[in-house]
């Protein structure tokens, strides 16, 4: 069976533990999951499970270019990972292995928004679009995010700067001196 993982690093050989976050080299299932986390480290994103099928999620209007336009990435096959773990969290099947892995190039994606939405006129992902949420829907999506991400919105700003200024531009509530006003 092949594997995948998506990466913005170009020429990646082997997936290490040595760069491991968590003592595990992780591959996914679904080539559609690797497109996503290689495409940005913020991820929206629900699973059909009657359709079998990604749903990435808008949290803001035009979320999806503001997230992968123009954004390039790489996504990598492995085949013979030997012995490993599978995780299903959420509709997403991964494996975990606990030894390096060799990867080969499976496929340079240039623009990750175009990817993603050919991926969906395939038919093989679903996008729900902010535009068609009601009012109402809009409403709960952001204070959902607000919440989740609020009591870390700290080590955000300090230990991922970039990302932090990508999210708040999304969602100015979480911007650190607004969360202070509310507390």
């Given at each position: 069976?092949?594997?995948?993982?998506?990466?913005?690093?170009?020429?990646?050989?082997?997936?290490?533990?040595?760069?491991?976050?968590?003592?595990?080299?992780?591959?996914?299932?679904?080539?559609?999951?690797?497109?996503?986390?290689?495409?940005?480290?913020?991820?929206?994103?629900d699973y059909n499970f009657d359709t079998?099928?990604?749903?990435?999620?808008?949290?803001?209007?035009?979320?999806?270019e503001r997230l992968y336009k123009g954004?390039?990435?790489?996504?990598?096959?492995?085949?013979?990972?030997?012995?490993?773990?599978?995780?299903?969290?959420?509709?997403?099947?991964?494996?975990?292995?606990?030894?390096?892995?060799?990867?080969?190039?499976?496929?340079?994606?240039?623009?990750?928004?175009?990817?993603?939405?050919?991926?969906?006129?395939?038919?093989?992902?679903?996008?729900?679009?902010?535009?068609?949420?009601?009012?109402?829907?809009?409403?709960?999506?952001?204070?959902?995010?607000?919440?989740?991400?609020?009591?870390?919105?700290?080590?955000?700003?300090?230990?991922?700067?970039?990302?932090?200024?990508?999210?708040?531009?999304?969602?100015?509530?979480?911007?650190?001196?607004?969360?202070?006003?509310?507390?």
């Open positions: 069976m092949r594997y995948y993982h998506g990466s913005r690093s170009k020429d990646l050989k082997r997936l290490t533990l040595e760069n491991s976050n968590d003592g595990y080299v992780w591959l996914a299932e679904q080539y559609e999951f690797a497109v996503l986390y290689a495409g940005n480290s913020l991820r929206f994103w079998d099928k990604l749903i990435i999620r808008e949290i803001a209007e035009n979320c999806f954004v390039e990435c790489y996504i990598y096959s492995a085949e013979d990972v030997g012995e490993y773990e599978r995780s299903d969290r959420h509709g997403r099947r991964s494996i975990r292995c606990q030894r390096d892995v060799d990867l080969t190039l499976y496929e340079y994606i240039p623009d990750v928004y175009e990817k993603i939405m050919q991926l969906y006129r395939e038919g093989k992902i679903e996008l729900r679009f902010w535009h068609d949420y009601s009012p109402e829907e809009q409403e709960r999506e952001k204070n959902s995010i607000i919440r989740k991400f609020a009591p870390t919105m700290q080590e955000e700003h300090d230990r991922f700067p970039d990302e932090y200024r990508l999210l708040t531009s999304l969602i100015p509530g979480l911007k650190l001196e607004n969360l202070h006003k509310e507390t």
